[in-house]
């Protein structure tokens, strides 16, 4: 079956490390037609704005898309394309899974945990502006409605229940922000009887920062509001081995658009030297997302193999505390075509080759659907 994908290289390295994942992709066997569109810096050059609305309809006509990391100026300039693309296509679910993805390059090897986060409002709803003329003084304010808390958590359950995970750890900040945090504390207990089969339970944001470096391995599915989950998953992600190896999804009710954790690293744009295997780990929950298990699986296995392997890692695995031993870092290009030489091989029966990998295998355990 021919698939229509959006493809959305985005900034820095995107261009480079979207490359490397349509490569890996054409390793499954899976025939998939790339409709490319440009969000973020180059479409401000070409276009005048940094998303058309051509990204828009072609994703809304695709429902399903690729997309790279986009850079947002800090502190002013244009409004972030992320946010924005998240809030016009009502991408309410940004699921990031933090999967340990070799021994060494964490302390927690059984880290498998999955971040939900509620991805439309609450302090990145753009609700903010000065309060006097002399710029002294600025207000953010954080939106929490019923409705999206509902839904982010309703799909937070679900996920547990689909992926046979035990537990659903809601985040807050209830104690401070008595109505904004208080309302997806609410909704978090009333959601949390609808699932008797599954253990609920609920930390305040700090602790749960606290808890995570001390004992990752405890926590199953975290579903917060957006704020903490933006620093949650970067948390977990650096437990699970780094930005390089961190995928994230982001489902609406009828589209799903796969980006990963890591931002647009613009000090190593064109330098063929950026981690691909986050880029390439978003290709098999858009595949696993299309019911293409098989494809999804070999893509998963190749990973684990090369970066277990340490013959063709990028810099960032083939620094010390990542090997015992520094290997001679890769490209990410090669990187990717040694994934993708892996991908038709891959012996799907094997274990992972990783000692103290996380006990559930892909196969056991399906990501996404
Ligand atoms: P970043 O994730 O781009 O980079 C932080 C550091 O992590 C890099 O300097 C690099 O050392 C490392 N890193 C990140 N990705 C890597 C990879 N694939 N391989 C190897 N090392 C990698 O974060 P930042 O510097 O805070 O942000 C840069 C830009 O990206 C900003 O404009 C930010 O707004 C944007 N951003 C975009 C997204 C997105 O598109 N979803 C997410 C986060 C940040």
Not at 76 to 81: I, L, N, W
Not at 145 to 163: G, M, Q
Not at 357 to 367: G, I, Q
Request: with cysteine; aromatic share 6%; hydrophobic share 40%.
């Amino acid at each position: 079956m021919d698939y229509r994908v959006t493809l959305i290289p985005g900034d820095g390295i995107g261009p480079e490390v979207t490359n490397a994942a349509k490569v890996v992709a054409a390793a499954t066997g899976v025939s998939i037609d790339w409709e490319v569109v440009e969000a973020g810096e180059k479409a401000i050059r070409a276009r005048g704005t940094p998303l058309p609305d051509e990204v828009l309809a072609s994703v809304r006509k695709n429902r399903v898309a690729l997309k790279g990391p986009i850079t947002t100026p800090i502190g002013s300039g244009f409004r972030s394309v992320n946010v924005a693309l998240r809030q016009e296509l009502d991408l309410f679910a940004s699921v990031r899974p933090a999967r340990a993805i070799a021994g060494e390059g964490t302390r927690f090897p059984e880290t498998d945990l999955v971040v939900v986060r509620e991805a439309t409002e609450g302090l990145y709803s753009g609700v903010e502006h000065w309060v006097d003329r002399d710029h002294s003084a600025a207000e953010t304010i954080a939106v929490i409605t019923r409705r999206a808390s509902d839904r982010v958590l309703r799909f937070a359950f679900e996920l547990a229940r689909r992926e046979h995970r035990r537990r659903v750890t809601g985040v807050h900040k209830a104690n401070i922000m008595k109505t904004t945090g208080g309302l997806f504390q609410t909704a978090f207990r009333e959601m949390a009887v609808k699932y008797p089969d599954l253990d609920a339970d609920e930390r305040l944001i700090d602790n749960m920062c606290m808890q995570l470096v001390k004992r990752p391995t405890e926590y199953d599915v975290i579903v917060t509001t957006n704020l903490f989950g933006d620093i949650l998953s970067d948390l977990c992600a650096g437990l699970a081995g780094g930005l390089g190896v961190a995928p994230g999804a982001l489902y609406g009710d009828d589209l799903a658009v796969f980006e990963p954790v890591h931002g647009s690293a613009p000090k190593y744009a064109g330098q063929d030297k950026a981690n691909p295997v986050a880029e390439i780990l978003c290709v098999e929950l858009l595949l696993r997302h299309l019911g293409e298990k098989d494809a999804a699986d070999r893509i998963y296995h190749a990973v684990w193999e090369t970066i277990a392997e340490k013959k063709v890692v990028t810099y960032d695995l083939a620094l010390p505390g990542y090997t015992q031993r520094p290997v001679p870092p890769s490209s990410c290009s090669a990187m990717a075509r040694e994934i993708a030489r892996k991908v038709p091989i891959v012996d799907l029966s094997k274990p992972l080759l990783v000692p103290g990998a996380a006990a559930a295998s892909a196969e056991d355990r399906p990501l996404e659907g």
